[in-house]
């Protein structure tokens, strides 16, 4: 079966801009988190999405957003973009059921701001 | 709050050694706990988890709760074990929310 797409692969911005990446899940998985890995923080939670809502979310700035979509598909916002959202942005997808929680990871996007 | 540590960045072995990867974790209730791996220019993947109790790969892991650590082990380390190892934790009402560790690279020498 396919596994978590993600797109952009890689994106170059502006600190002041925004952008939106995406992430596809894998068929029949319902929840979908984010995670940003940097070299000096490592992975850090961002979000969680479950049949549309958002049901955890990490310690991050409101400028950092999320959605998911009917079909399960997410994406991820960040708005006003600085130097330090600068990297690899992780999706995982799973069942998001009781006793089946195994993370399936995307290849990620690198977020390079400049 | 929940958190992982992973004491060591680096570990070094030849080929052969047995290996032991250190996780420890903080977090009063029952976690669910798992070993991530990534491998060079592949994505993360999982490699086990405790509740499985199964040996992948020939590496296992068992979770001592008095300790409250996870350490990984293999008997006997392989060049294509060479890796970035990430510890992770699962708290009851935390959904789906993994806390990572910071991750531990194994570099296996012939």
């Known amino acids: 079966k396919a596994g978590v797409t993600q797109t952009p692969r890689y994106l170059i911005k502006t600190r002041g801009q925004q952008v939106t990446l995406s992430c596809s899940p894998i068929s029949g998985h319902r929840s979908v988190s984010w995670y940003q890995q940097t070299p000096g923080q490592g992975l850090q939670f961002l979000f969680e999405?479950?049949?549309?809502?958002?049901?955890n979310k990490g310690n991050f700035p409101g400028r950092f957003s999320g959605r998911q979509f009917s079909n399960s598909r997410s994406e991820m916002n960040v708005s006003t973009l600085e130097l330090g959202d600068s990297a690899l942005y992780l999706c995982?997808?799973?069942?998001?059921?009781?006793?089946?929680?195994?993370?399936?990871f995307g290849q990620g996007t690198r977020l390079t701001v400049v | 709050a929940q958190r992982v540590t992973q004491p060591e960045k680096l570990l070094s072995v030849f080929k052969g050694a047995p290996v032991e990867l250190k996780c420890n974790y903080s977090y009063s209730g029952s976690p669910e706990l798992f070993w991530y791996v990534q491998y060079s220019r592949q994505r993360l993947q999982l490699l086990l988890r405790h509740i499985s109790r199964e040996s992948i790969k020939g590496f296992t892991a068992d979770l001592n709760k008095g300790e409250t650590s996870f350490h990984l082990k293999k008997p006997f380390a392989q060049e294509e074990d060479s890796a970035m190892y990430y510890c992770?934790?699962?708290?009851?009402?935390?959904?789906?929310?993994?806390?990572f560790g910071a991750g531990t690279r194994l570099a296996v020498h012939p």
């Open positions: 995982a997808s799973s069942l998001g059921v009781a006793g089946n929680t195994e993370a399936f």
């Open positions: 992770a934790l699962r708290f009851s009402g935390g959904y789906n929310k993994l806390i």
């Open positions: 999405y479950f049949s549309e809502t958002q049901r």
